[in-house]
């Protein structure tokens, strides 16, 4: 039974510290999403990685956040340094081919920042 | 920018009634999805409408697709306890761009 898996699965921080999120994606699939999630603004896209190489991460903080997949099996999402406001859940995706296509979801890393 | 407006936002119900939700835009899709997602989860899937006035059923869950391609709808009879959690919609867009998501309905089916 294929599916997205992500490390940790809850993190509590304290403002300024770095945060790492890892994400494998399904065998097989060429596009992985970085989602962040709150009761407020819903789902929001982060950045999305076709073949690995980076398509769009406009919704993203530039200043402090990055996303990476350094191979195949591997996306990255960190946060140096991190605030209060970044506490939310933050979900990997992917997805077999194009952006369009149906998004498997991970069990979210539940991100707090004191 | 295309936005798709669930409601309602909150959704409290006993055992045994039925309902509706809804998945709104201005803008035309190509297709839709229904995600659903349960507390500590992420979004799974539930169906992808592509045609105008395309009805898909799924047990006791009843998915419509507007003629327009504006609006979707989704209906549960004889709400279970096990329907709670988070519905969301999710529109494709013209052009080789990610899904664009609501924010979701919150559903709480009370035994």
């Known amino acids: 039974d294929a599916r997205v898996t992500q490390t940790p699965r809850h993190k509590v921080t304290e403002m300024g510290q770095e945060v790492t999120m890892r994400c494998q994606p399904i065998?097989?699939?060429?596009?992985v999403f970085w989602y962040r999630q709150t009761m407020m603004q819903g789902l929001e896209l982060l950045a999305y990685?076709?073949?690995?190489?980076?398509?769009?991460d406009s919704g993203m903080p530039k200043d402090r956040f990055s996303a990476e997949m350094p191979d195949a099996t591997l996306a990255t999402l960190k946060i140096q340094p991190s605030e209060p406001r970044d506490s939310a859940v933050y979900f990997c995706?992917?997805?077999?081919?194009?952006?369009?296509?149906?998004?498997?979801f991970g069990p979210g890393t539940r991100l707090t920042v004191l | 920018t295309q936005l798709l407006e669930q409601s309602p936002q909150f959704l409290s119900i006993q055992e045994g009634e039925n309902l509706t939700v809804y998945c709104n835009s201005s803008?035309?899709?190509?297709?839709l999805q229904w995600y659903r997602q349960e507390p500590g989860e992420g979004p799974v899937l539930l169906v992808t409408?592509?045609?105008?006035?395309e009805v898909k059923k799924l047990k006791r869950l009843t998915f419509q697709f507007g003629d327009a391609r504006k609006d979707s709808s989704l209906h549960i009879t004889a709400a279970q306890p096990g329907d709670t959690g988070l519905y969301l919609c999710?529109?494709?867009?013209?052009?080789?761009?990610?899904?664009?998501f609501g924010k979701g309905t919150r559903l709480s089916v009370i035994a």
């Open positions: 995706a992917s997805g077999l081919d194009t952006p369009r296509d149906t998004q498997y």
């Open positions: 065998l097989g699939h060429n596009t």
């Open positions: 990685f076709r073949n690995r190489a980076p398509l769009d």
């Open positions: 803008s035309v899709f190509s297709s």
């Open positions: 409408v592509v045609t105008g006035g």
């Open positions: 999710a529109g494709v867009v013209p052009g080789n761009t990610p899904l664009v």
